[in-house]
């Protein structure tokens, strides 16, 4: 069992080795990178590639780590009570049982997302610790004991917003996914737009990493951003030689919506072709 990438994901060497690695230890594979360097969707690629379920948990700034376990709603109990309904005399009724507890009861091995686990509160990941160690945890209200079947894989995803506790860390197998080069944005480029013009994609991918490396940008636009613009190039049909033939008076490129995400950025491309126009005048 292998993960090598798949027809809609790919995964260079080193994503390979982390992910067979992580397998391999039995361990959580925590993965870190840029927004929009396809971390949450290497998780669904993987379930995919492996024919396996897939069970995602994304966690919000108010989640709780117990969330992933289950929750007891003692108040509509409390109000049926009050009702008189039958339901009150089985606690079980009120029992929601959470992603954790989905993938420990998976009939079969499953992939459990955590995804951008630095959103929540700094202690959310160490109160996890031993769930993810034993694969078990202990429901009171039903004094039962609940332990997973088959051990799922477990993606856990961090945007770097926060520290995580060493503790939690020691317990992982971790791997960056860097920022692709162009080469492995061109492979994919391939996989997302098979046929397309490949001069269009030469020449986006120059104003792109172009872009990146403007000083000062708040956000850098990412691969998903990139993608979101070659779609609307392709559809608008806009010809190669427009982005080939730009020059640094004109630093903003064409359907720049798509690349960037706020006005600073917009008013810095724009600062510095009026800088390179009157350079231009000047000299």
């Not at 499953?110 to 078990?136: C, G, Y």
Request: hydrophobic content about 40%; charged content about 25%; some cysteine.
């Amino acid at each position: 069992m292998k993960f090598t990438g798949s027809d809609h994901y790919v995964a260079t060497p080193d994503l390979q080795m982390a992910v067979n690695a992580a397998i391999t230890l039995q361990r959580p594979l925590l993965i870190k990178g840029e927004p929009g360097t396809g971390k949450t969707m290497l998780a669904e690629e993987l379930a995919k590639a492996l024919d396996m379920p897939l069970i995602s948990w994304h966690i919000k700034s108010t989640t709780k780590a117990h969330q992933g376990l289950y929750e007891y709603d003692a108040v509509s109990r409390l109000r049926d009570s009050q009702l008189g309904d039958e339901k009150v005399l089985d606690i079980r009724n009120y029992i929601k049982k959470g992603k954790l507890w989905e993938a420990f009861e998976s009939e079969r091995q499953a992939v459990l997302l955590i995804d951008e686990i630095d959103k929540a509160d700094i202690e959310f990941p160490n109160d996890l610790l031993l769930e993810l160690d034993r694969m078990e945890f202990y429901v009171y209200e039903t004094q039962e004991r609940i332990q997973a079947r088959t051990r799922p894989i477990v993606v856990i995803t961090s945007n770097n917003e926060k520290e995580l506790p060493d503790a939690f860390l020691r317990r992982c197998f971790f791997h960056y996914i860097n920022f692709p080069d162009a080469d492995t944005m061109k492979q994919i480029i391939d996989v997302h737009f098979p046929g397309v013009q490949q001069q269009l994609v030469h020449n986006a991918l120059e104003v792109f990493f172009d872009l990146r490396k403007v000083p000062g940008l708040k956000k850098k636009p990412s691969t998903s951003e990139l993608l979101d613009w070659l779609k609307l190039l392709v559809a608008d049909d806009i010809p190669p030689d427009v982005l080939q033939n730009r020059d640094s008076s004109s630093a903003i490129p064409p359907l720049y919506g798509a690349l960037l995400k706020n006005e600073q950025d917009v008013q810095l491309l724009q600062k510095l072709a009026f800088m390179a126009r009157r350079s231009g005048l000047g000299g």
